[in-house]
């Protein structure tokens, strides 16, 4: 079952065109897409979030092995 986009719907309701519940049903379908895209951006969201941890902790691992081979280096702990 599809869907008229929105600009139509507003144009064939303005019309008189669109009866009440075939304006009911276009909009249903329109908020279960939005629910359904929801969901992936959230999945999505998740798995950026969880990639940037892992960046910001291998970051900070690899700034610590920096400090420790400097602390090591004779010519630059004067």
Same mark, same amino acid.
């Given at each position: 079952?599809?869907?008229? *986009?929105? $600009?139509?719907?507003?144009?064939?309701?303005?019309?008189?065109?669109?009866?009440? *519940?075939?304006?009911?049903?276009? &909009?249903?379908?329109?908020?279960?897409?939005?629910?359904?895209?929801?969901?992936?951006?959230?999945?999505?969201?998740? $798995?950026?979030?969880?990639?940037?941890?892992?960046?910001?902790? $291998?970051?900070?691992?690899?700034? &610590?092995?920096? *400090?420790?081979?400097?602390?090591?280096?004779?010519?630059?702990? $004067?």
């Amino acid at each position: 079952m599809g869907t008229y *986009d929105p $600009k139509r719907i507003l144009t064939e309701w303005s019309n008189g065109t669109l009866t009440p *519940d075939m304006a009911i049903g276009h &909009a249903l379908q329109h908020i279960i897409e939005l629910y359904e895209r929801q969901s992936i951006a959230e999945v999505e969201r998740r $798995k950026l979030q969880a990639q940037l941890n892992h960046l910001v902790n $291998k970051s900070a691992t690899n700034q &610590a092995t920096l *400090d420790r081979m400097l602390g090591s280096c004779p010519s630059l702990s $004067k």
